[in-house]
C-alpha cells in the first residue's frame, strides 16, 4: 500500500483526498496549517465574498450540490460546502490541522516531510495542494502603520472592527475590491475607492435559485450534472476569447464597453476606462459596481496613493482622504507557489534553486529531479477566469493513475525528464503571444519574464493532455542518485 502526503486542505488537497479514498488508498495524510479546511474560502471573509464562477460549476463533478442559494454562491456557503466535503468522504481522520509543513526531501527512496512542530513523516508520495493565490500582498505604502484606524489586507479581514458609522478606504479594483465596493457601497458613510488601473466589468447576474429548482436538482441528480455540463459549455466561449483572437475577444470586449456605458457621469466614466483590452488582467464579473460607485458617499480616487497618515490616505496631489478603516484589496503572490517550504530533491537540488527563472512545471503536474511528487495547480495551470475545481480534478486522477502503477509495481520512483519539461514548457511560451493576457498590461498572470504563467489552451486540452501518464518521458528508477539530475 502506497503511503501519501497531501499538503494542504483546500479545494484541490481535499479532492486529491477524495480521489485517494476513491481509489482504494487509505495510507494518506493532508498536512494543513491553518485550523480549518477551505484554503481560499477559509482565509478570505470579506464583505460581499461570492465565487465569479457559477457555483454549479465551482464542485466536484463527484459530489454536486442540489441546494446552491445562488447562481454564484457566497464565500461562506463555499466553505460550508468544503466542510461538508470533509464528513459526506469521511476525511476528517486523514486531515491533520495545525501543522504546517516547512521542509520536504526525497531520500532512499522516500520523502521526508517535516513540519514546523519538529515531526518528520515519511511518505512513497508527495502531493503540493498548497494554492495559488495565497501569500497576500501587502504594499509598501509608506506611514501604513502611523494610521490611527484599522487596516488589514482583505483575505485577513478584522470582522472585530465594526464598519457602521465609519468611513472606510478600499485600495485596488481587482475581483476582490470590486466586490467589497459593490457590497459596501452605500451602506457606509463615506466609501473611497483607490483605484491604480481600471477594471473591465463583465455584468453577469447573480439570481437566487428558488425552492422548486433545488427540489428538482435534489429529486433529479442528472439535471445538476446537465448544468454542470452546460455552464462549462459556456465558459468554453471565455476560454476561447481568452486564449485565441476571434468573436468570443471581440463579443466580450463589446459587453465591457456597453456596461461601461451605464455610467453617465463623463468624468467617472473616464476614471473608470481602462486602456488595455478587456480580459487582459482577469475579468471582473459584477452586476453591480458601476451602480455602487454612484451611490451616495463613494468616491473613486485615481490619484495616487503617496503615503498614509494617522487621519487617512494622502495622495500625489496633497489630499488627505480621511478614512477610519483601510482594506487592502492588493491581490497575491501568485508566484510563490509551495513556498516557502523547502523542498529538497535526491541530488539536493532545492525548488529554488529548480524556479530561480520563475515556476516551471511539466504538463502543470510533476518537476524534474523530484520523483514522486505531484503538483495540483502547479505552474502554468488553467486558472485564467475557468473555474479551478475540474481543473484540480483532472491532476488529482493524473497522480492516481501514477500512484496505481505504484502499486502494480510497474516502477518505484519517477520523475519527469527535463527534457520533455522544457519542450512542454517551450511549446507553452510560442503559444503565449496569442493569449490576452500577453497583449500589455500588469497583472498577477504575468511571470518574471513578463510572459503569461497559465496554460496558453482550453482546459479540455490540459484534461486530454493529462489522461496519459506519457510514461516514456520520465526517468524511472535510476540506477544511482545522480541520473536524476
Ligand atoms: P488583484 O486582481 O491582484 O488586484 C489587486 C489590486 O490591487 C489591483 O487593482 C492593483 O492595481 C491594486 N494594487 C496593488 N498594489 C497596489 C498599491 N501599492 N497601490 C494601489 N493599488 C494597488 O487581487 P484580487 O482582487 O484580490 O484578486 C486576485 C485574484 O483572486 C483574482 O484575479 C481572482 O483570480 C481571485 N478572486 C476570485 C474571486 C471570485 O469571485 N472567484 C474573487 C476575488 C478574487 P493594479 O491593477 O494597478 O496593479
Known amino acids: 500500500m502506497p503511503s501519501v502526503i497531501v499538503i494542504g486542505a483546500g479545494m484541490s488537497g481535499l479532492c486529491m483526498a477524495v480521489k485517494l479514498r476513491r481509489a482504494g488508498i487509505t495510507d494518506f495524510t493532508v498536512l494543513e496549517k491553518a485550523s480549518d479546511v477551505g484554503g481560499t474560502w477559509r482565509d478570505n471573509t470579506y464583505p460581499g465574498l461570492r465565487c465569479d464562477v457559477p457555483s454549479a460549476f465551482y464542485q466536484y463533478f463527484f459530489d454536486r450540490n442540489p441546494d446552491w442559494s445562488h447562481f454564484f454562491a457566497a464565500g461562506d ?21 495545525d501543522t504546517e509543513v516547512t521542509r520536504a526531501e526525497f531520500a532512499e527512496g522516500r520523502w521526508r516531510v517535516r513540519t514546523a512542530d519538529g515531526r518528520t513523516r515519511e511518505a512513497d508520495f508527495l502531493i503540493s495542494a498548497s494554492g495559488v493565490l495565497h501569500h497576500p500582498v501587502v504594499p509598501d505604502i509608506p506611514g501604513l502603520d502611523s494610521f490611527d484606524g484599522a487596516w488589514f489586507h482583505t483575505a485577513r479581514w478584522d470582522h472585530s472592527v465594526s464598519l457602521a458609522d465609519k468611513r472606510v478606504g478600499v485600495v485596488g479594483t481587482g475581483s476582490t475590491g470590486v466586490q467589497i465596493v459593490s457590497e459596501l457601497g452605500g451602506s457606509v458613510p463615506k466609501l473611497s475607492l483607490f483605484q491604480r488601473t481600471p477594471q473591465w466589468v463583465l455584468p453577469v447576474p447573480n439570481w437566487r435559485n428558488d425552492r422548486l429548482t433545488r427540489a428538482l436538482r435534489s429529486r433529479f ?32 470586449s463589446k459587453l465591457c464597453e456597453l456596461n461601461l456605458r451605464t455610467v453617465r457621469d463623463q468624468d467617472l466614466r473616464r476614471k473608470l476606462t481602462p486602456d488595455y483590452q478587456a480580459m487582459c488582467k482577469r475579468l471582473v464579473m459584477s452586476p ?15 490619484e495616487r496613493i503617496d503615503h ?9 496631489d496633497g489630499t488627505l482622504h480621511e478614512v477610519d478603516v483601510l482594506a487592502l484589496a492588493t491581490g497575491f503572490d501568485s508566484h510563490a507557489y509551495l513556498r516557502p517550504v523547502e523542498l ?22 510533476a518537476l524534474p529531479e523530484f520523483p514522486n511528487l505531484f503538483l495540483l495547480m502547479g505552474p502554468h495551470s488553467p486558472v485564467g477566469n475557468f473555474s479551478l475545481v475540474p481543473i484540480a480534478e483532472v491532476q488529482a486522477d493524473y497522480a492516481i493513475s501514477w500512484i496505481r502503477a505504484w502499486q502494480r509495481g510497474e516502477y518505484t ?25 500577453a497583449t500589455g498590461c500588469q497583472s498577477w ?18 484534461a486530454r493532455m493529462l489522461r496519459d501518464r506519457h510514461t516514456d518521458e520520465f526517468v524511472v528508477d535510476p540506477a544511482q542518485e545522480g541520473v536524476w539530475r
Not at 227 to 240: H, K, M, P, T
Not at 296 to 302: Q, S
Not at 445 to 462: A, F, I, N, Q, T
Open 344 to 365: 529538497v530533491g535526491p541530488t539536493g537540488r532545492t525548488l529554488s534553486d529548480a524556479w530561480s527563472e520563475g515556476p516551471r512545471a511539466y504538463r502543470t503536474v
Open 445 to 462: 498572470y504575468l511571470g518574471k519574464d513578463g510572459l503569461p504563467e497559465v496554460w496558453p489552451w482550453s482546459p479540455h486540452r490540459h
Open 413 to 437: 520512483t519517477a520523475a519527469p525528464t527535463r527534457e520533455a519539461t522544457d519542450d512542454y514548457n517551450a511549446r507553452l511560451r510560442a503559444a503565449m503571444p496569442n493569449t490576452v493576457w
Open 77 to 97: 456557503e463555499i466553505q460550508d460546502y468544503f466542510r461538508g466535503v470533509v464528513d459526506r468522504f469521511a476525511l476528517r481522520e486523514h486531515i491533520e490541522l
Open 221 to 252: 441528480p442528472a439535471l445538476t450534472s446537465l448544468e454542470y455540463r452546460l455552464i462549462e459549455g459556456i465558459f468554453s466561449i471565455l476560454v476561447a476569447a481568452v486564449t485565441r483572437p476571434g468573436w468570443q475577444r471581440t463579443m466580450i
Open 288 to 302: 453591480s459596481f458601476y451602480r455602487a460607485v454612484r451611490r451616495p458617499g463613494v468616491e473613486v480616487i485615481t
Open 308 to 316: 498614509v497618515e494617522p487621519r487617512g490616505v494622502v495622495t500625489t
